[in-house]
């Protein structure tokens, strides 16, 4: 049976990069239009944050995740070398780990034997230190996933520049971009549909409120 906590290791990063894709580029549409420039000047601004913002999401992704990395294999190499000097309390050591989980003493420890013999760094990964093939960082999968999802993110409000009315910028981009992603993002994670349109509705209008107000005071005083 497929479980929605298979896909963590890369539907953090997608939706992070799809929520931050719509918003920072419907933010910025909306406030570059509320300074009453022309379309053209909005649709080149928007375009000009989905390129800026993709790469800007690889790269943080990458680096963040890679710090991940580091240190489950720093985690690693310390669980193996302790494996090496001093096997017999390491075996108990995941002996315990099963009896505090509700196994009785006597079947905890048979089972960390068995594991042990099987693949005694896997069995401490995974019940000691929390480090799963599931959950385990992927740098590159990360930062791809992230890059993409992002501009898939902010190609929507993109898309709402070219064909919407110049005089009707900031309500229609505003209002594809809550129901957009709202639903996208929860349907991915197995949320509700209306708290995860609630969540992003929320944070949304305050960033777009923000920078329309700023496009428009900057633009009355220019």
Sequence with gaps: ??????????????????????????????????????????????????????????????????????SEKADLARERKELRENPGFELQEL??????????????????????????????????????ETTTARPVQ??????ASFSVGAAMPVLMVVVSPAGALVPIVSAASFAFLGAVGARAGGANVLRGTARVTFWGALAMALTAGIGKLFGTVV
Excluded at 117 to 130: F, N, P, W
Excluded at 142 to 147: D, G, N, P
């Design 95 to 132: 002996a315990d780990i099963y009896v505090k989980r509700g196994v009785d003493q006597a079947l905890a420890r048979q089972v960390a034997q068995q594991l042990t013999a099987k693949d005694a760094l896997s069995a401490h990964a995974r019940d000691e230190l929390g480090i799963s």
């Design 142 to 147: 990360a930062a791809l996933t992230s890059a």
């Design 1 to 70: 049976m497929s479980h929605f906590v298979n896909r963590i290791g890369w539907l953090r990063a997608a939706v992070l990069g799809a929520n931050d894709g719509i918003l920072s580029t419907a933010s910025l549409i909306v406030g570059v239009a509320a300074a009453a420039v022309t379309q053209n000047n909005v649709l080149i601004a928007a375009v000009a944050g989905l390129v800026a913002g993709a790469m800007s999401m690889a790269a943080g992704e990458y680096v963040s995740v890679s710090s991940q990395s580091d």
